[in-house]
């Protein structure tokens, strides 16, 4: 959606044997050399490595998440290693040499993207690293990728922004929130601005409640010493869940441009009622996971017992949230959140609840009738499906409930996201990267919260693992009279 930009690039990813690399990025990588693009990668970690080792890994990991065909042989040959620790300035000028050789070799056209898949505190350095040696003043585009979490408050994001922005304009700078890149996300504003039949009672003349929920199956894994000093609200409320409310919530832009969808989802998050400490203690629900057993019979330990937990830590690994959206559209309209580690089932859903139809006098036999739901999977099985009431098929009275479904049968394991979102950025299309003034808001929301469960010693509840979280977070909505929708579409992983 931006300039017209050539594709061809060097590719200099930090962290390149961590583990979002050999997942998610790998694969990606793979699919979009298929797609023809041509690019070099430079992995940069500290590891000792030499070219060849790396290749090999980068095929294992095409092997354990990919599919890897006869040209995986040809795509290997475009890595190279480079070993560094990002803290050893000097370090860099050999960087630059393999850098500068690699573009003529693969005529690169002198564009570099440079992707941060590292723990968060060395963003800044390398950044200022990269430009103190040079790196940055290339002869083609610059474009800095950068893994989340950006900051871990309002404070520590601004100063990291000002760092990079040392280095980089706020255009060459992609700031991944990979929920962006998913398919059902990218999907939601066509359904609500493409169909007219939507977008005309996308209010809070028609919609009762909206229900977003991200559930996970799995737990804190090996990625303790991450989780336990950032928990659920950091690492998915801040991002993207925020960004998922603010897609659903969002007013049509003027123009399918760039900046004006950014501009448009900026409103939302400027709307969203800020909460005070005694709003954060009714609306806003913390938990953590106790041992318990998966649907699949696994027995499984509680957070505190997991290695490298602390064993009082009070780390959230749940979070409920209700939000009002305080604009002309969502007055009244409460838009309850939830995500959470070792729940029922790994699922995300965007439910739309409409309001009832009057009951009387039209539907005075009709007890069964239910409320139209609009439900937007994002994961698994990516897809929409609208329930409605019908008359029951038979000679007596009454109303069944039935479901229209659309299903897109995508069994990707996430990195598709990445893939879409990667190309994106060679394309220099920004539009499904965060805005500085996006993560800004976010913050600053959370931070209220992070505060508030900080200093009123706000109860962490505990849930069994394989529930679908405390029992508060379902009085956060019984209170208002509603409940939280079952999850229609779930995996077990
Ligand atoms: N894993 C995931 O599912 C997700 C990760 N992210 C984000 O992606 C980023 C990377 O995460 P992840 O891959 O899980 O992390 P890992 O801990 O698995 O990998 C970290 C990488 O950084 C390298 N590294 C660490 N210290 C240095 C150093 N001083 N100098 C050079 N390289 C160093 C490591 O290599 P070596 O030890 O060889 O130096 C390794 O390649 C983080 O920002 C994370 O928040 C975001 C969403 C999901
Ligand atoms: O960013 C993150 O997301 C994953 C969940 O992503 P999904 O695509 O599998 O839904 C989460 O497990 C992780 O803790 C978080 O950092």
């Known amino acids: 959606m931006s300039e017209v930009n050539s594709n061809a690039t060097t590719i200099i990813l930090f962290g390149a044997t961590g583990d979002l690399a050999r997942r998610k990025l790998y694969p990606a990588l793979y699919s979009l050399y298929k797609k023809k693009n041509n690019f070099a990668v430079i992995g940069v970690a500290r590891r000792d490595y030499d070219h060849e080792v790396f290749r090999q890994n980068v095929y294992e990991s095409l092997k354990n998440h990919s599919n890897p065909e006869n040209d995986a042989e040809d795509f290997i040959k475009r890595f190279y290693y480079y070993p560094l620790d990002v803290k050893d300035t000097k370090a860099y000028d050999g960087l630059k040499e393999l850098a500068d050789q690699l573009n ?30 040079g790196l940055t003043t290339n002869t083609g585009w610059k474009r800095l990728v950068i893994e989340k979490p950006f900051g871990r408050d309002l404070e520590s994001a601004a100063e990291l922004n000002n760092s990079i922005h040392e280095v980089f304009e706020e255009s060459e700078i992609y700031r991944i929130d990979h929920y962006l890149g998913k398919e ?62 603010a897609l659903t919530a969002m007013e049509p832009p003027s123009r399918f441009v760039t900046e004006d969808i950014r501009d448009e989802k900026v409103k939302v998050l400027r709307s969203i009622r800020p909460l005070t400490d005694s709003t954060v203690a009714n609306s806003v629900v913390r938990g953590q996971y106790t041992r318990g057993t998966m649907p699949n019979g696994d027995v499984v330990k509680g957070y505190r017992e997991e290695e490298n937990i602390k064993e009082q830590s009070m780390t959230d690994t749940f979070v409920a949230a209700k939000l009002h959206i305080d604009n002309f559209r969502w007055a009244g309209v409460p838009f309850y959140i939830r995500t959470g580690k070792r729940m029922t089932a790994k699922s995300t859903e965007i439910v739309v609840q409409f309001k009832d139809a009057p009951k009387r006098p039209y539907f005075n036999n009709f007890n069964d009738l239910q409320p139209n739901l609009l439900v937007i999977h994002v994961q698994p099985d990516e897809g929409l499906s609208l329930k409605l009431n019908a008359k029951k098929f038979s000679t007596g009275g009454g109303s069944i409930p039935i479901t229209m479904n659309f299903s897109n049968s995508n069994n990707d394991d996430g990195s598709s996201a990445y893939e879409r979102l990667i190309q994106d950025c060679i394309h220099g299309d920004s539009t499904n990267f965060t805005r500085w003034d996006e993560v800004a808001l976010s913050w600053q929301f959370v931070d209220y919260i992070a505060e508030a469960w900080k200093e009123r010693n706000i109860p962490l509840d505990r849930y069994e693992a394989g529930t679908m979280g405390p029992a508060s977070a379902h009085e956060l909505l019984a209170k208002d009279g509603h409940h939280w929708w079952p999850l229609t579409k779930t995996t077990e992983k």
């Open 184 to 245: 059902m996300v990218q999907n939601i504003q066509v359904i609500r601005f493409a169909n007219p039949i939507f977008e005309g009672i996308w209010n809070n003349r028609y919609i009762s409640n909206i229900q977003i929920t991200s559930s996970e199956t799995l737990g804190v894994g090996e990625r303790a010493s991450y989780y336990d000093h950032t928990g659920a609200l950091m690492d998915m409320i801040q991002n993207h869940m925020l960004q998922m409310v």
């Open 104 to 133: 003529d070799q693969f005529d690169l056209q002198g564009n570099r993207m440079f992707y941060l898949s590292l723990a968060p505190e060395f963003f800044a350095p390398v950044t200022l690293n990269l430009k103190q040696a």
